[in-house]
């Protein structure tokens, strides 16, 4: 079993920030690509930002240069460090991961279940 921790979300005025934290625990091998995503209601989940084993990093077009995704392997944590928030930047944030729970095993993708992140104008 894969458990997926989320944690840093908030109400924060506009121009401010927060950090969103998400950790990865149960039976892991290795962990390959982690992710957070956002979904408002009645939209698709979008891709905010991701990043690979060795660091690799793809943000959306609407956050880059405002926020940055980052990881702790040794600690199985991806975070996501938001600044200079604006209002349609509230919604719901979702950590995504691919597990590796054993050697032998192939990569599953898991999701955490949303932390709310609102920002007030």
């Known amino acids: 079993q894969v458990q997926m921790a989320e944690s840093g979300g908030g109400l924060v005025q506009a121009g401010g920030s927060l950090r969103l934290s998400c950790a990865v625990s149960g039976s892991i091998f290795s962990i390959n690509n982690m992710a957070w995503y956002r979904q408002g209601p009645g939209k698709q989940r979008e891709l905010v930002a991701a990043i690979t084993s060795g660091g690799s990093t793809t943000y959306a077009d609407s956050v880059k240069g405002r926020f940055t995704i980052s990881r702790e392997n040794a600690k199985n944590i991806v975070y996501l460090q938001m600044n200079s928030l604006k209002p349609e930047d509230t919604t719901v944030y979702y950590c995504?991961?691919?597990?590796?729970?054993?050697?032998?095993?192939?990569?599953?993708?898991?999701w955490g279940q949303g932390t709310q992140v609102t920002v007030s104008s």
């Open positions: 995504n991961a691919d597990v590796q729970q054993t050697r032998l095993s192939i990569l599953m993708n898991y």
